[in-house]
């Protein structure tokens, strides 16, 4: 089945330890997001690729990076967590602006 | 400044009955409206959508109202059923810019009672 697949689903770290998250897609969509979302509220937009293009938003910290390798590979940086950093993390990809199609989410606590 | 409101953090509706989660938005820009459903622990999964051009669209049990002149959407559930009990996501697509991310209200808890 054609799929979003987060890896790993449950990641904890330290306080200012760089942590990495994944994003892979079988679907060979062109546009791979990341979203945060915190107890309680709504998923946030952090970036998205369109293609090979990097789209940051506008108030997205600087501790947060993204690299996209390949179509099928998107990944989440996070260069010094801080416990405010502790989330759900969500990929979500979809082709040019339709449906956006979203993995299982990787939950990130933070120590 | 929300531009897209869940008013409703949670609704809880007997077995059989309708279901009805309501989503109100500021932004006239906003072209397409799409509901997820969220299971614990699970990524958003998308539900139904409606474009802007529309007022109604329908899915089986699931029937979504858009009224432009109000702002306002709802998702109508019919018959509801114990595993429709997940927390439901309001999202708009904004037809400006080249991103055309999605803006998301925060959610209501639909509990549906056996």
């Known amino acids: 089945d054609a799929m979003v697949i987060q890896n790993p689903r449950y990641q904890v770290t330290q306080f200012g330890k760089p942590v990495t998250l994944s994003c892979s897609q079988t679907?060979?969509?062109?546009?791979m997001y990341w979203y945060q979302q915190k107890s309680s509220q709504a998923p946030k937009l952090l970036f998205h690729?369109?293609?090979?293009?990097?789209?940051n938003e506008a108030d997205t910290p600087d501790n947060f990076q993204s690299r996209r390798p390949n179509t099928s590979f998107c990944f989440l940086d996070i260069r010094s967590p801080g416990l405010g950093d502790a989330a759900m993390y969500l990929c979500?990809?979809?082709?040019?602006?339709?449906?956006?199609?979203f993995g299982p989410g990787t939950r990130l606590l933070v120590l | 400044d929300q531009q897209v409101k869940q008013n409703s953090p949670s609704l809880s509706v007997q077995e059989g009955r309708i279901s009805i989660l309501n989503c109100d938005y500021t932004?006239?820009?906003?072209?397409?409206f799409l509901w997820y459903k969220k299971y614990p622990a699970e990524g958003p999964t998308f539900l139904i959508s409606?474009?802007?051009?529309?007022d109604k669209n329908e899915d089986g049990r699931f029937t979504v109202f858009l009224n432009k002149s109000a702002k306002h959407l709802s998702l109508h559930i019919v018959p509801s059923q114990p595993g429709d009990s997940a927390v439901y996501f309001c999202?708009?697509?904004?037809?400006?810019?080249?991103?055309?991310?999605?803006?998301f209200g925060s959610g209501t808890q639909l509990t549906v009672l056996p």
């Open positions: 409606i474009s802007s051009i529309k």
């Open positions: 690729y369109y293609d090979k293009d990097f789209n």
């Open positions: 932004n006239s820009m906003f072209d397409y």
């Open positions: 999202a708009a697509r904004d037809k400006s810019g080249s991103a055309r991310q999605l803006t």
């Open positions: 679907l060979n969509h062109n546009v």
């Open positions: 979500a990809t979809s082709v040019a602006q339709e449906t956006q199609y």
